[in-house]
Nanobody, 123 residues
Framework: QVQLVESRGGSVQAGGSLTLSCAAS????????WAWFRQAPGKEREGVAR????????AYAASVKGRFTISQDNAKRTLFLLMNDLKPEDTALYLC????????????????WGRGTQVTVSS
């Protein structure tokens, strides 16, 4: 079992930046993928970015590519999401997830989820 706790969401104006954090209850060494998803009211959960804990390869949704950067600490216990040039359409609850598969288009492939941190971007 892995517990994930997100933090450092907040409210910013368009064009601003935020860095989200996700703390894991244990190291994610091994064949794990962890990711950021987001969900806005009335919309489906959307994959934002993911990173493989051992290989380090990353992938991003087209809507955030070039603006967001996913990373992890050396101990593989904290996941980050640096978000630059934020837009009002980025407003959502951001959730951290982990599991053995790296499918951004398939939330059900992730076994562990945090409760999320709210990001609100005003125009």
């Amino acid at each position: 079992q892995v517990q994930l706790v997100e933090s450092r969401g907040g409210s910013v104006q368009a064009g601003g930046s935020l860095t989200l954090s996700c703390a894991a209850s244990r190291s994610m060494y091994g064949n794990y993928c962890w990711a950021w998803f987001r969900q806005a009211p009335g919309k489906e959960r959307e994959g934002v970015a993911r990173i493989h804990s051992s290989r380090g390869d990353t992938a991003y949704a087209a809507s955030v590519k070039g603006r967001f950067t996913i990373s992890q600490d050396n101990a593989k216990r904290t996941l980050f999401l640096l978000m630059n040039d934020l837009k009002p359409e980025d407003t959502a609850l951001y959730l951290c997830a982990a599991g053995p598969w790296c499918g951004l288009d398939n939330p059900s492939s992730f076994d562990y989820w945090g409760r999320g941190t709210q990001v609100t971007v005003s125009s």
